[in-house]
């Protein structure tokens, strides 16, 4: 456009020049016309004025058409320039509305745009601003480009920055990162062109994503993939990816690299198989698509020709991280499933051999009612199936049998035990069994066994049993299922009543276990002769049964048959000779001291007198026939042993010292004597014990009594003595803990707190003191444990246990409120200190006779002996911070209201009784 311009302008002052010319020429004209017509009227020189004229009127008209010309000429340009100057106004406006639409688009962009010019920045757009952090674009106007790149990719920006200069070309997008005004890392993809800006400068145009998300969507992509990775290698088969064109292989797990040899780039075919020229026969591919869509999953099996295994395949089409369609096969080793399969097949084959040797008809039966199997026997018994059923082979009839007991087995998958009598009369024991057949498939096998004969020998065997003059029953997992008249007369049972009645039920609960244990030795031939019970007939009237019993099979099961004799009678012959010791019985219970009478060599209780099952607990029954150990009499079980010896060596023993149990568990003191007799000639101990527990227990009583009053005086005597001491410490002890210039006053609330332990030791051990003044008012101990029971509730809330109050209406006593409350806190702490958490203790108030009762019942382990015998005494204590006067004091406090404290323990728990004297009316 500038030549063009230039180019106008010459011919504008060529047109001047030439008018000025044209102007020159006219007024030479004009003069030589003048001269002309002068010389005209002077008619000089006629013929050189004409001459003068032809070249003048030539020469004008010479420059009028010369003027045309460049008029003509300076027409068209001007025209030309006009036109000119309207395209160069509408490039102008076209250049701003485009300007306008850029400046429009770069705003709009989702991308930051930033142009810079020598590495300053002259113009950005708001993502640009938003992407480096700045508030506005006009924070970005005239700063260095290099601020905000990364220091990582500073070096590779200034290159490219050097490609545009020098090559002048378009960058296309390469990723990297800035840092933001908040100093975070951002990462970007970029792409840069060279642009003229402001006056034709070259400058840089930047085009900018931010990618940070993306980047951290394909690091989990990546993570992911690489856990999806893990664990396709973790499993125990192969799995690759193949293009299905080229059976190039793109992914292997390591199962597949391992054992299958391939690996990606490699041929599927090449790989995987050996000795193949081309794909495999068997390759699957075009079976996988219809129309570019999976068909699904394609299973089949193949042996693997490189590794000699069998691989279960699982094939289908994916579509791969390029788009197009792609092979997945997953190959798991089912080496082992088939030889599993084939070792069925032949265990297969050789039961149906075996099964064909069995003296027994055995078939399968289908479903439908087929029988696709049945053995040799079968077939000589009812011939060969052939497509019939089995209601046609048994019955013969067209249609199933009704309630057909072969098909419950079908319905409930358990066995089935029945009876089946053919056409031709023979009776068969039949067993169902399911089966399931090598397919898969259902079945139910069935075993026949011909019993016709044994049916006939079990007619006969009733008959006998019928006629015999003994009982006979026949028991099966301990019920009747077979009992004949005889034994249906001892019972007083019909024989519908007794069949599935269990034996014992008969038995009177004290020989069910005699029975027991005697039936089980003749069982198993440790005992041969026969062995005598009670059972309470049906009238409620006992009978003495003398039995024997034996093994046998009773429809092919284990069963007990028992042949009886009811000797009721021989019984009561031996109860007149009884009745005859009994005078001896009547002088040996009538002993005010325990007497038993055992056998020497084993203990076992012959006889007791009354006074023995009165100490000891136990009943008649639950002595005779016992011993010493069964009972568990003596505390110590070498006592047994040391009488023995005693008595073999001196004949008799007067007043051995030993502790006793009772069928309670306690543990009783007495003095024993023994003494040998003889009895049905059996060498026996005649035993006379003396109880002195009471005794004993007085005498303990009375010790710890003194102890009490020993230690109360003393208590009295230096508690006075002590304390004055203590106190004029703790006085200057907190005197000098208000200085604050003692370095050492953090350690005095220590030794005051230790002090006023100390002090509380004193007061628990001057309440021993027998002499203690007590302030006794009439009140009732109802109250006082309902005031304690907050206090209580939240020591047992927080040791995670619970307490439960039972108080029944009982009248007022004259009590000490400190003392009792002091008791009550002391028992029900050790309660709970005794229990783990969860335990529930239990204070109850009630009235026994005369006397009110306060129990507090922990659910502890129980008190051992030893510590039993020591409980009271004080100063001793189980606990590792105790002081052993806890209970001491209670002991004490119940001395000073007349009251009693008894003691029960066992494994289950402790309950300590305080028994208040008499009733206040």
Request: glycine letters at 6%.
């Amino acid at each position: 456009m500038d030549d063009t311009i230039k180019t106008q302008e010459q011919l504008i002052n060529e047109l001047v020049e030439l008018r000025k010319q044209l102007s020159e020429s006219r007024k030479l004209i004009n003069g030589l016309e003048t001269e002309l017509n002068k010389e005209k009227q002077l008619n000089n020189h006629q013929q050189f004025l004409d001459v003068v004229e032809e070249e003048v009127i030539e020469y004008r008209n010479h420059l009028e058409e010369l003027v045309k010309q460049r008029t003509i000429e300076l027409t068209t340009t001007n025209e030309r320039l006009q036109q000119e100057i309207i395209e160069r106004k509408q490039v102008e406006e076209a250049l701003r509305e485009s300007e306008e639409r850029y400046r429009q688009l770069v705003e709009l962009s989702p991308d930051a745009i930033i142009i810079h010019t020598e590495g300053i920045i002259s113009f950005s757009n708001k993502v640009g601003a938003e992407l480096v952090g700045a508030k506005s674009t006009n924070e970005l106007i005239g700063k260095s480009v290099m601020d905000f790149i990364h220091p990582d990719y500073r070096e590779t920006a200034q290159e490219r920055w050097r490609q545009i200069k020098d090559k002048g070309v378009t960058l296309p997008f390469s990723e990297g990162k800035l840092i933001n005004s908040n100093g975070d890392d951002v990462h970007i993809e970029s792409a840069i062109t060279p642009i003229s800006f402001h006056g034709g400068k070259l400058s840089v145009q930047i085009v900018t994503r931010d990618i940070t998300e993306r980047k951290r969507a394909e690091k989990a992509l990546k993570e992911s993939h690489n856990r999806f990775v893990t664990v396709l290698d973790s499993l125990d088969a192969g799995v690759y990816v193949a293009d299905m064109e080229t059976y190039e292989i793109l992914f292997t797990n390591e199962y597949t690299r391992e054992y299958l040899g391939a690996a990606e780039g490699e041929i599927c075919w090449q790989s995987i198989q050996t000795g193949q020229s081309g794909p495999c026969d068997f390759c699957n591919n075009k079976s996988l698509t219809n129309e570019c869509e999976s068909t699904g999953i394609y299973k089949w099996e193949v042996q693997n020709t490189r590794n000699g295994k069998w691989y279960e395949c699982r094939d289908r089409v994916i579509r791969w991280i390029d788009g197009r369609m792609v092979k997945l096969e997953i190959a798991t080793d089912i080496t082992e499933r088939k030889q599993q399969k084939e070792l069925i097949e032949a265990e297969r084959k050789r039961l149906f051999t075996l099964l064909d040797s069995l003296p027994a008809y055995v078939c399968l039966i289908a479903p439908d009612y087929s029988i696709p199997f049945a053995n040799r026997y079968f077939q000589g018994r009812f011939g060969k199936p052939d497509g019939r059923t089995c209601f046609e082979i048994y019955r013969n009839i067209n249609v199933p049998c009704k309630g057909c007991q072969t098909f419950n087995v079908f319905d409930t998958n358990a066995p089935k035990e029945w009876e089946l009598t053919s056409l031709d009369g023979d009776t068969y024991q039949i067993y169902d069994y399911p089966f399931t057949d090598i397919d898969g498939s259902p079945l139910v096998l069935e075993l026949g066994i011909d019993i016709t004969k044994r049916k006939q020998a079990e007619n006969l065997f009733k008959t006998l049993t019928n006629s015999s003059p003994v009982g006979i029953y026949i028991l099966q997992n301990g019920k009747f299922q077979f009992v004949n008249p005889r034994f249906q007369k001892y019972t007083d049972y019909s024989d519908e009543e007794l069949i599935g009645m269990y034996s014992l039920e008969l038995v009177i609960t004290d020989d069910r276990k005699t029975v027991r244990e005697n039936a089980i030795k003749m069982l198993k031939g440790k005992r041969y002769g026969p062995y005598v019970y009670r059972i309470l007939r049906k009238d409620g009237k006992t009978r003495w049964i003398m039995e024997t019993v034996a093994p046998i099979q009773y429809y092919g099961k284990p069963a007990i048959l028992a042949n009886c004799l009811d000797i009721t009678w021989h019984k009561r012959t031996e109860r007149m000779l009884r009745l005859s010791k009994e005078r001896f019985s009547k002088a040996f219970n009538a002993g005010p001291n325990p007497m038993a009478i055992n056998v020497l060599s084993d203990g076992r209780y012959i006889d007791v007198n009354n006074s023995f099952i009165n100490v000891f607990g136990f009943s008649r029954q639950e002595i005779i026939g016992r011993t010493t150990i069964d009972l568990n009499v003596y505390a110590n079980p070498e006592d047994r042993a040391k009488i023995v010896d005693l008595v073999l060596e001196h004949g008799v023993i007067h007043n051995l010292e030993l502790n006793f149990r009772i069928k309670s568990g306690e543990i009783r003191m007495g003095l024993l004597s023994a003494d040998t007799i003889e009895l049905s000639g059996k060498q026996c101990i005649l035993v006379t014990i003396n109880d002195i527990t009471e005794r004993k227990q007085v005498e303990k009583e009375m010790a710890r009594l003194e102890r009490l009053n020993l230690v109360g005086e003393m208590a009295a005597g230096i508690g006075h003595e002590i304390r004055n001491p203590m106190t004029t410490v703790r006085g200057f002890l907190q005197m000098l803990s208000s200085k604050k210039e003692n370095v050492n006053h953090k350690y005095f609330g220590l030794m005051i707190e230790e002090l006023d332990r100390a002090n509380s030791i004193i007061t628990e051990y001057l309440s021993i003191a027998k002499n203690k003044p007590v302030d006794l008012k009439l009140m009732n101990l109802n109250q006082l444990v309902q005031t304690l029971f907050p206090l209580i509730q939240a020591d047992a809330i927080n040791a995670d246990k619970y307490i439960e109050v039972k108080l029944a209406e009982i009248p007022d006593l004259l009590l000490d409120e400190k003392e009792i409350r002091q008791l009550i806190l002391n028992l029900v702490r050790n309660g709970l200190e005794a229990m783990s958490p969860g335990g529930k203790l239990l204070i109850k108030t009630f009235i026994d006779g005369d006397t009110v009762i306060l129990s507090v019942q922990d659910h502890g382990s129980g008190i051992k002996t030893e510590v039993l015998e020591k409980i009271g005494t004080p100063f001793f204590t189980t606990k590792d911070t105790g002081t052993g006067l806890g209970l001491a004091v209670c002991y004490s406090i119940a001395d000073r209201h007349n009251a009693t404290i008894d003691i029960e323990t066992g494994p289950s728990g402790t309950t300590f009784f305080i028994r208040f004297g008499a009733v206040i009316g």
